[in-house]
C-alpha cells in the first residue's frame, strides 16, 4: 500500500499567536503560583500549594518553547485554519484527516 504526497499548503509560524500565547500563559502561571503560596500557608494545603508552585514555574519556563514553535495553515483537506507544534503530522481537528509536514508545508496523503 503506497501513499502519495498530494496538494499541500503553506504553513507559517504562528509567532501571532506565539506572543498572545506567553503573555496569556505567564498570566495563568502567576495566579498558579500565587495560589499555591496561599494554600502553603493553611499547612495542609501545602500537599498541594508546593505542586502548583512547581507546575507555575515549569510552565513559565516551556509556554514559550511551544508557543514559538507553533506552525499555523490551513488544511488540505477542508481548508480549516489549523496549528501544530509537532515536527511530523498531525490529524486535521475539523475533518480529522491526516496532515504531514514537510518543509513548512502542510501536505494530504492520498
Known amino acids: 500500500m503506497s ?3 498530494k496538494n499541500y499548503t503553506e504553513a507559517k509560524s504562528a ?13 495563568c502561571c502567576v495566579w498558579i503560583i500565587a495560589i499555591g503560596f496561599l494554600l502553603c500557608f493553611t499547612g495542609i494545603g501545602m500537599l498541594i500549594g ?3 508552585i512547581i507546575a507555575g514555574l515549569l510552565m513559565l519556563i516551556l509556554a514559550p ?4 514553535g ?4 490551513k488544511c488540505p483537506w477542508c481548508a480549516t485554519e489549523v496549528y501544530s507544534t509537532s515536527p511530523e ?4 481537528s475539523a475533518c480529522k484527516k491526516r ?12
Open 3 to 5: 501513499s502519495e504526497i
Open 15 to 27: 509567532k501571532g499567536m506565539g506572543v498572545a500565547g506567553c503573555l496569556g500563559g505567564t498570566g
Open 50 to 52: 508546593i505542586p502548583l
Open 65 to 68: 518553547l511551544v508557543a514559538f
Open 70 to 73: 507553533t506552525l499555523k495553515g
Open 89 to 92: 503530522g498531525f490529524n486535521c
Open 99 to 110: 496532515i504531514v509536514i514537510k518543509d513548512k508545508k502542510f501536505f494530504k496523503i492520498e
